[in-house]
């Protein structure tokens, strides 16, 4: 089963998720938040060339289309981007991978304003000149994991990005796990303390899963519930809860209780029998992954009689590549329109 895409590409929305090795190269994008990264990836997985920004909002979408543009043809101009046929691009939600357009993108906007609808796919494929295939990150992120990563040999697995926001990727039964209408299934923003009017999310509501477990969140929330003090940003109060700064710890200290309490909630809807956790902030996972465990434990105690629910909980070991690892997957996974 295919559906189209932009340029005339015809994206596969089925399975399998793998793909034969025939010395082929991706350009290939994730693009998050508050930072975008570009990479040539061959279709055995070797992330080739990449490069990091920070994300150019200022000027709105034609401005980061631009930078996008400028990003890419660097690495087309290598020897290795000579060969290069196909562009992948993973970004942040929401969006239809199908027709490669942004829906007003949640973390992206430009003094104060969303974004409304962005046709990327179509922009950054008449600057580059090549078909580009759009896919929802958390989406790109579980397929990469599933192509190279700890979920290799799982059929069923949820994988958590901790970044700047909280982006969930499923695989049930080996195949991708989409919502409706070409929408991906947002499972950052399912509530998880409704109405908390400390937590509040970028979607505009309180109490999302996302505005407590992204590692922004973290570190807001440490500095605002926890009253850490003197650090900026959770990779700051990561450095401190490791000096054994009191404060610090605690904020990990309710990071692995809600965590559990998220993670409680992906398994009553997906039955994986692996997380997989990736992002920057799962770098802290030393501090928050064994407390959450007994958390995790004790919340599905009553489901483990005949199917066992309790998940095995894993850190991404893709070294926060799986983005453009998943863009390069649906980059050479999308075949030319017949
Ligand atoms: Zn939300």
Same mark, same amino acid.
């Given at each position: 089963?295919?559906?189209?895409?932009?340029?005339?590409?015809?994206?596969?929305?089925?399975?399998?998720?793998?793909?034969?090795?025939?010395?082929?190269?991706?350009?290939?994008?994730?693009?998050?938040?508050?930072?975008?990264?570009?990479?040539?990836?061959?279709?055995?997985?070797?992330?080739?060339?990449?490069?990091?920004?920070?994300?150019?909002?200022?000027?709105?979408?034609?401005?980061?289309?631009?930078?996008?543009?400028?990003?890419?043809?660097?690495?087309?101009?290598?020897?290795?981007?000579?060969?290069?046929?196909?562009?992948?691009?993973?970004?942040?939600?929401?969006?239809?991978?199908?027709?490669?357009?942004?829906?007003?993108?949640?973390?992206?906007?430009?003094?104060?304003?969303?974004?409304?609808?962005?046709?990327?796919?179509?922009?950054?494929?008449?600057?580059?000149?090549?078909?580009?295939?759009?896919?929802?990150? #958390?989406?790109? +992120?579980?397929? *990469? &994991?599933?192509?190279?990563?700890? %979920?290799?040999?799982? $059929?069923?697995? =949820?994988? @958590?990005?901790?970044?700047?926001?909280?982006?969930?990727?499923?695989?049930?039964?080996?195949?991708?796990?989409?919502?409706?209408?070409?929408?991906?299934?947002?499972?950052?923003?399912?509530?998880?303390?409704?109405?908390?009017?400390?937590?509040?999310?970028?979607?505009?509501?309180?109490?999302?899963?996302?505005?407590?477990?992204?590692?922004?969140?973290?570190?807001?929330?440490?500095?605002?519930?926890?009253?850490?003090?003197?650090?900026?940003?959770?990779?700051?109060?990561?450095?401190?809860?490791?000096?054994?700064?009191? #404060?610090?710890? +605690?904020?990990? *200290? &309710?990071?692995?209780?809600?965590? %559990?309490?998220?993670? $409680?909630?992906? =398994?009553? @809807?997906?039955?994986?029998?692996?997380?997989?956790?990736?992002?920057?902030?799962?770098?802290?996972?030393?501090?928050?992954?064994?407390?959450?465990?007994?958390?995790?434990?004790?919340?599905?105690?009553?489901?483990?009689?005949?199917?066992?629910?309790?998940?095995?909980?894993?850190?991404?070991?893709?070294?926060?590549?799986?983005?453009?690892?998943?863009?390069?997957?649906?980059?050479?996974?999308?075949?030319?329109?017949?």
């Amino acid at each position: 089963m295919t559906a189209p895409s932009s340029r005339g590409r015809r994206v596969p929305t089925t399975n399998p998720l793998t793909l034969a090795s025939r010395g082929r190269v991706a350009l290939a994008y994730d693009l998050g938040g508050t930072k975008v990264e570009a990479a040539l990836v061959r279709d055995d997985g070797k992330v080739m060339k990449s490069e990091r920004l920070p994300v150019r909002v200022d000027a709105g979408p034609s401005g980061l289309v631009a930078q996008m543009a400028e990003l890419g043809r660097a690495l087309l101009a290598l020897p290795e981007g000579r060969r290069v046929r196909a562009v992948g691009l993973a970004s942040a939600g929401p969006l239809d991978p199908r027709a490669g357009v942004l829906f007003d993108p949640t973390n992206l906007f430009t003094a104060g304003k969303g974004w409304g609808k962005v046709p990327i796919a179509r922009l950054l494929s008449a600057k580059l000149k090549l078909p580009v295939t759009l896919e929802n990150d #958390a989406a790109a +992120a579980i397929l *990469a &994991e599933k192509w190279k990563g700890a %979920a290799r040999r799982a $059929q069923n697995a =949820v994988m @958590l990005t901790l970044g700047t926001g909280l982006g969930v990727g499923v695989i049930c039964d080996g195949a991708l796990v989409r919502a409706g209408r070409g929408l991906h299934p947002e499972g950052g923003h399912v509530l998880l303390k409704y109405g908390d009017a400390s937590a509040p999310c970028a979607c505009g509501t309180l109490g999302c899963a996302e505005a407590f477990l992204s590692g922004a969140a973290f570190g807001r929330r440490a500095v605002q519930v926890h009253q850490v003090s003197g650090a900026r940003d959770s990779a700051e109060i990561t450095a401190r809860a490791r000096e054994k700064d009191p #404060a610090s710890l +605690a904020a990990f *200290a &309710e990071y692995a209780e809600l965590l %559990a309490a998220a993670i $409680q909630t992906y =398994v009553v @809807l997906y039955s994986p029998e692996l997380i997989v956790l990736a992002g920057s902030f799962a770098q802290a996972a030393d501090l928050f992954l064994p407390q959450m465990q007994p958390h995790l434990k004790r919340r599905l105690s009553r489901r483990r009689v005949g199917v066992d629910l309790l998940p095995r909980v894993e850190v991404s070991r893709l070294h926060n590549h799986a983005g453009v690892l998943g863009g390069a997957f649906v980059a050479l996974r999308s075949k030319p329109h017949p």
